[in-house]
Each structure stands twice: as structure tokens, then as C-alpha cells.
Nanobody, 123 residues
């Protein structure tokens, strides 16, 4: 059974930072591309970042490029999203997703999803 468990969300002021973590089990993590998506209130789920199974390839949404960094530790079966310079528009539920061998920016390229972790950016 595949499980993805996000953590690290919370309340932060604009300009602040958070690091999200996603612990995976039930998959061959070292051979699985991983992604982060988010869903803001009233909006569709959108792509944030993804990382190849080796960690050698990453891709970011334009809205977060330069501020967010995705990384992974295959020894810990964990993928991270370091979020810096947070803005009010970053407020959303953030979801970890497990895909296949190749990175992707589309929902359909991912087979498993975590429960989500809330990120609130507010003064």
C-alpha cells in the first residue's frame, strides 16, 4: 500500500519560509519521480515543482521559480519543498505526489497523492 505523508505546513508571515516534507512508503522511491502540487481556496490544483528519481532534473512553476526548491533524500524516502520569500498568493493546501520514472507537470502523470498540508501566509 502506497502512503505519502506531508508535514511542515503552518502559518507564516509574508516573506517568511517553510519547509515541507513528504515521507513515502509502498513504492520504490529511488526510482519514482516526485512532485508537489497545491490547491488554493476556490481554485483547481496546480503544479508547483517536480523532481526526477535521481534528483538530477527539477522543474518549477513560473510562479515559484527562484523562491521554492524541491529536493529528495532517497535514503530517507522523503521529498522536500523549501519555500522562501512566501507571498500571500502561496496560501494553499500543498500535496505531495508520486509518479513514474520521468518527471511531469500534469496531474495524470502521478499515481499517488498525500493528504495535503496547509500553508497559510498572512500578516
Amino acid at each position: 500500500q502506497v502512503q505519502l505523508v506531508e508535514s511542515g505546513g503552518g502559518l507564516v508571515q509574508p516573506g517568511g519560509s517553510l519547509r515541507l516534507s513528504c515521507a513515502a512508503s509502498g513504492i520504490i522511491f529511488r526510482l519514482t519521480a516526485m512532485g508537489w502540487f497545491r490547491q488554493a481556496p476556490g481554485n483547481e490544483r496546480e503544479f508547483v515543482a517536480c523532481i526526477s528519481w535521481s534528483g538530477g532534473i527539477t522543474y518549477y512553476a513560473d510562479s515559484v521559480k527562484g523562491r521554492f526548491t524541491i529536493s529528495r533524500d532517497n535514503a530517507k524516502n522523503t521529498v522536500y519543498l523549501q519555500m522562501n520569500s512566501l507571498k500571500s498568493e502561496d496560501l494553499a493546501v500543498y500535496y505531495c505526489a508520486a509518479g513514474g520514472l520521468r518527471v511531469g507537470i500534469n496531474d495524470y502523470e502521478y499515481d499517488h497523492w498525500g493528504q495535503g498540508t496547509q500553508v497559510t501566509v498572512s500578516s
